[in-house]
C-alpha cells in the first residue's frame, strides 16, 4: 500500500516528515482520497501551501478544510463564548493563548460539541506538529477521541526549544501518537541536486547521533574564513546564481549587520511580531511635535538605509539633487506637525536616491504603509496603522527578493535555489537546538549550498528530542 493510501486511512499516530521529503504533498494525497478532512498546521504560509496543492489536485475546497490551529480554536471558542471564555480579540501574550487554547480544549470535552465536529469532518491531520505548544497538543489529543487524527513532523526541526513550551517529542508525541511511519524520499532535491539532497538526509542522521560533519567531503562549497562578516562567501558566484539565494545566520541584530556590509544586495528579513516597526509607531504617536516625529523617520532610516558619500559630478547627481529638495520640502511639512501623508512621501521618494541602499527595505516598506494608513483616515493612530499592515501580511505573506538573509526560525519551511551559510562555526555556539538549527539552515538549499568557516568540521551535541 502507498504512503498516500496509509495516510488516508490510519486510525491515528505520527509520521516522521524530514526537511524536503513530501510531507505536504502526502498530506494533500490523503485528502484528495474523498474524505471530509480537517488540515490544521500553524502558520499561514502553511495553509496558503496546503491549500495550493489541494488546488493543483483539483480537490473541492468544501471536502477539505484548511486552518491554523490558533485560528480554529478562536473559531470554535468564539463560536461557544460562554462556555469557552475566549479574550475579546486577538490573544495579545501568552496567558491570552492559553486561555484561548484552554476554551478550546473543555468544548471539546462536551458531547454536543463532539457530535458538532463529527459531523463535519471524517478525519483530522496535524502538520509540522514538533511546533506545537502544550495547549495545542491538548487539543489534538482532544481531536483524536472524536476523529481519527494523524499529526506528521520533524523532531529535528523543532527549533523553539527557547520557548520553553514546545511538546517534546519522544515524551509528549509517541505516548499518545505511536510513530506510523517516516518519509524516507527526498522530493526537494530531485531534477535539482539530487546528491545534496542525499547529502543533507545522511547529515541529518550523523547530527541526531551527534557525530561531527565534514563540509569538505560534502556537495558543499567550503569558504574557508575566521570573519563572521567576511562577504566572501555572499558574493561567491554572485553573478551565476540564477533563482533564489538566502544567507542564514541565527543571530537576529548580525543579519541586520550583515545586510547592510551587503549595501543592500541581501534584503534582511523582519520578524513576525515586528518590534522595530511598532517601536517607531509607538514613537511617532507619543511624539510631542513635528519636529519629533521627523527624529522617529530619521532613526529609522538610520537603521534601514546605507547612504553611500555622494559624489559631486557623478552620474545621476543631478536628479539625486532634484530628489534631496523634495524631501527638505516634505521634512519641513513634517516639522509643522501632524503629516504622516508627507513622512510617507519622505520614504516613498528615498528610493529614488542612487545612494541610498535600502537593507531593511520590508520594515522600510512597512513604516511607510504604516503612514499611509494614518493619512488616509484608516487607522487612528500609528501603532494601529502599524498592526492593520502587519496583519495583511501574516495573511497575504512578504514581498519576493531574490537575495535575502534572515534566521532559521524565520526561513523554517521555505526553500530556496541557493543557500549561504556565513561563518557557520555559530551555530554549534547556540546555546538550545544546535544541531537542529544546522539541520533546517542547510535543508532550505535545493540547487548549491555555499558555507564558510573557521574549520572544515563541525559537531554538535546530541539534539534533545
Known amino acids: 500500500m502507498s504512503n498516500t493510501r496509509k495516510l488516508a486511512f490510519l486510525r491515528e499516530g505520527s509520521i516522521i516528515a524530514p526537511a524536503g521529503h513530501g510531507k505536504t504533498e502526502e498530506i494533500a494525497k490523503a485528502a484528495a482520497h474523498g474524505t471530509r478532512s480537517l488540515i490544521l498546521t500553524h502558520t499561514h504560509a502553511g495553509v496558503h501551501a496546503i491549500k495550493s496543492r489541494l488546488k493543483r489536485m483539483g480537490v473541492s475546497q468544501s471536502a477539505t478544510i484548511v486552518d491554523t490551529i490558533a485560528g480554529w480554536a478562536m473559531r470554535y471558542a468564539n463560536a461557544f463564548p460562554r462556555t469557552a471564555t475566549p479574550p475579546n480579540g486577538m490573544p495579545r501574550n501568552a496567558g491570552e493563548w492559553t486561555c484561548l487554547y484552554d476554551g478550546a480544549h473543555r468544548l471539546l470535552q462536551i458531547s454536543a460539541i463532539k457530535r458538532v465536529v463529527e459531523a463535519s469532518y471524517d478525519r483530522v491531520f496535524i502538520d509540522e506538529y514538533q511546533d506545537c505548544e502544550a495547549g495545542q497538543h491538548q487539543i489534538a489529543i482532544a481531536l483524536s477521541k472524536i476523529l481519527p487524527t494523524v499529526v506528521l513532523g520533524d523532531p529535528m526541526q523543532g527549533i523553539f526549544e527557547f520557548t520553553g513550551s514546545i511538546v517534546s517529542w519522544n515524551r509528549d508525541v509517541l505516548p499518545v501518537f505511536p510513530e506510523l511511519m517516516s518519509l524516507d524520499r527526498p522530493w526537494r532535491w530531485e531534477k535539482k541536486n539530487e546528491d545534496l539532497g542525499n547529502w543533507i538526509a545522511q547529515v541529518r542522521q550523523k547530527l541526531l547521533r551527534g557525530e561531527r560533519i565534514d563540509l569538505w567531503d560534502a556537495p558543499v562549497k567550503f569558504i574557508e574564513s575566521d570573519d563572521q562578516f567576511d562577504m566572501g562567501a555572499f558574493f561567491d558566484d554572485f553573478d551565476s546564481r540564477d533563482g533564489s539565494v538566502a544567507a542564514i545566520h541565527c543571530w537576529r541584530q548580525t543579519c541586520n549587520q550583515l545586510a547592510k556590509a551587503s549595501r543592500g544586495a541581501y534584503q534582511s528579513i523582519e520578524e513576525v511580531a515586528a518590534a522595530r516597526l511598532m517601536a517607531f509607531a509607538q514613537q511617532w504617536d507619543a511624539a510631542e511635535d513635528g519636529a519629533e516625529q521627523l527624529t522617529a523617520i530619521r532613526q529609522l532610516r538610520d ?83 502599524a498592526t492593520a499592515v502587519r496583519q495583511r501580511v501574516s495573511l497575504t505573506g512578504r514581498s519576493p527578493h531574490k537575495r535575502i538573509i534572515s534566521t532559521p526560525l524565520l526561513l523554517k519551511g521555505l526553500e530556496f535555489d541557493h543557500v549561504v551559510l556565513p561563518y557557520a562555526t555559530h551555530f554549534a555556539q547556540q546555546r538550545l537546538a544546535a544541531a537542529k538549527l544546522f539541520y533546517v539552515a542547510i535543508s532550505r538549499a535545493t540547487r548549491t549550498l555555499t558555507v564558510s568557516g573557521r574549520e572544515r568540521f563541525l559537531q554538535f551535541p546530541v539534539p534533545t528530542l
Open 303 to 385: 537603521e534601514c538605509v546605507h547612504i553611500k558619500p555622494s559624489v559631486e559630478h557623478q552620474e545621476g547627481a543631478s536628479s539625486d539633487a532634484e530628489v534631496l529638495a523634495r524631501i527638505k520640502s516634505l521634512a519641513e511639512v513634517v516639522k509643522k506637525g501632524d503629516a504622516p501623508g508627507a513622512a510617507s512621501a519622505i520614504i516613498n521618494l528615498s528610493r529614488k536616491l542612487s545612494n541610498w541602499r535600502v537593507y531593511r527595505g520590508e520594515l522600510w516598506r512597512d513604516a511607510e504603509r504604516t503612514l499611509e494608513e494614518l493619512a488616509r483616515g484608516r487607522a487612528g493612530s500609528a501603532v494601529a496603522g
